[in-house]
Structures are given as structure tokens and as C-alpha cells.
């Protein structure tokens, strides 16, 4: 099945200590994005990849790092995080071209909770 | 920069219903435009998409969405509203060569009643 998997789905933790979200995808898409959903204000995008080892970042990219060692993962790392990183978090990817050009494939979310 | 307004944050809409939710976009250039839909405690799955050609585009679950070039809007529509429909919905903007760049609106939360 194509999909687009997150772990962990769910994540309470504490100021200032790492955590890694993974984030996988069996589509063979070559872009990828991090997004977080915070009411009232939609889906921001933190981070996005248009290939290995390609990141650039998106509108909300302070206080989180990205990687893209391999074309099907994209975890997103807060290396020190804070209460204002509680959000929902969206893992996506789409392919550069064909039919489904520009469509992006959603993740089923991580609830990340920083106290 | 492009930029994406949904007017109204909550509609609530009767079983049987007509739905309109609103989407205006900002762009100097052609965009293309998506509605997402999001069920609770789900990820975003996408609706219908306007890349090029016909400006009525067709999606799932009976919705539908309108390019108005002179307007600047995509609005979504379903002529009979079902229980089933009630999530939120999110319309989004991205451009040519940009495709890994997708700019969202803040979304509209559907109510359905009896």
C-alpha cells in the first residue's frame, strides 16, 4: 500500500531535550515536507526536499533541522525544543511530474507536546 | 508572494444542503490549486486539484470546485451535504516548478446537522 508513515504518532516531552520524528515514504516521490498545524492557522511548511541530500527551508524553519540521507526518509529533529513547538506535525510527499504532478501525500500526523 | 484566504473558519450547513466553502488565492502567475479535507484525528487527503484545462474540476465524495481567473477564487461546493461531510477543509496554492512548495489557507471547519 502507498503511504506515507510517521513515527512516533504521539509525543510528550520536556524543554531542551532531542527528539527525532521519522518519517517514510514508499512512493519513490522525490520531494518531501515537513508541516505544523496549529489552530487558526493552517498547515505551515517548516522544511521541504527536492532530492537527496537537497533541503531548503520553508516559512517556520527556526528551531528545527531536517535531513535526506536516503529518498524515502525525511525525519524532522528539534534539537532543543520548546513549548511553542507543541503543534501537529505532517510528514508529505509528492512526485516532480506525471499525472499526479504537484498532488502532496499526507502523513497521519505526530501530536508533539512540549512542557 | 502567493497566498491563500478562506472566508469563514466555521460553516454549518443542514443534511441535504447546499455546501460553499470559499477559497481566494494572490499570485501573479498561473497557480495551481488543491482543496484537502481533514477528518478528526486524520492526516489531509486531497479532494479535487486545477492544474490546467477545464476550470470545473470534479473530486471525491460529490465535490466540486470552480477556477474563476477573474475572481481569484476556487470555491468548493457539494449540492447535498451528508453527516459524513463535516471536517475540515483546507484549500492550497503552489505554482510551476514549485511543486514542493504548498502555501495553505487556515482552514474551514464543516458542521452538518439534522
Known amino acids: 500500500e502507498a503511504q506515507v508513515t510517521q513515527n512516533p504518532r504521539y509525543l510528550i516531552t520536556v524543554t531542551g531535550k532531542k527528539l527525532t520524528v521519522t518519517c517514510s515514504q514508499n512512493?519513490?516521490?522525490?520531494?518531501m515536507s515537513w508541516y505544523r498545524q496549529d489552530p487558526g492557522l493552517g498547515l505551515r511548511q517548516i522544511y521541504y526536499?527536492?532530492?537527496?541530500?537537497?533541503?531548503d527551508k520553508g516559512d517556520v524553519p527556526e528551531g528545527y533541522k531536517v535531513s535526506r540521507k536516503e529518498k524515502r526518509n525525511f525525519p524532522l529533529i528539534l534539537e532543543s525544543p520548546s513549548p511553542n513547538q507543541t503543534s501537529l506535525y505532517f510528514c508529505?510527499?509528492?512526485?516532480?511530474?506525471?499525472?499526479?504532478?504537484?498532488?502532496?501525500?499526507f502523513g497521519p500526523g505526530t501530536r508533539l507536546t512540549v512542557t | 508572494a502567493q497566498s491563500v484566504t478562506q472566508l469563514g473558519s466555521h460553516v454549518s450547513v443542514s443534511e441535504g444542503a447546499l455546501v460553499l466553502l470559499r477559497c481566494n488565492y494572490s499570485?501573479?502567475?498561473?497557480?495551481?490549486l488543491f482543496w484537502y479535507v481533514q477528518y478528526p484525528n486524520q492526516g489531509l487527503q486531497l479532494l479535487l486539484k486545477?492544474?490546467?484545462?477545464?476550470?470545473l474540476v470534479k473530486g471525491i465524495n460529490g465535490f466540486e470546485a470552480e477556477f474563476k481567473k477573474s475572481e481569484t477564487s476556487f470555491h468548493l461546493t457539494k449540492p447535498s451535504a451528508h453527516m459524513s461531510d463535516a471536517a475540515e477543509y483546507f484549500c492550497?496554492?503552489?505554482?510551476?516548478?514549485?511543486?514542493?512548495?504548498?502555501?495553505f489557507g487556515t482552514g474551514t471547519r464543516l458542521q452538518v446537522t439534522l
Open positions: 508529505a510527499s509528492s512526485p516532480p511530474g506525471g499525472r499526479f504532478a504537484y498532488e502532496q501525500y
Open positions: 512512493m519513490n516521490h522525490e520531494y
Open positions: 526536499s527536492m532530492n537527496v541530500e537537497v533541503t
Open positions: 499570485s501573479s502567475v498561473p497557480p495551481y
Open positions: 486545477y492544474t490546467t484545462g477545464a476550470t
Open positions: 492550497a496554492v503552489t505554482f510551476t516548478g514549485t511543486a514542493s512548495k504548498l502555501t
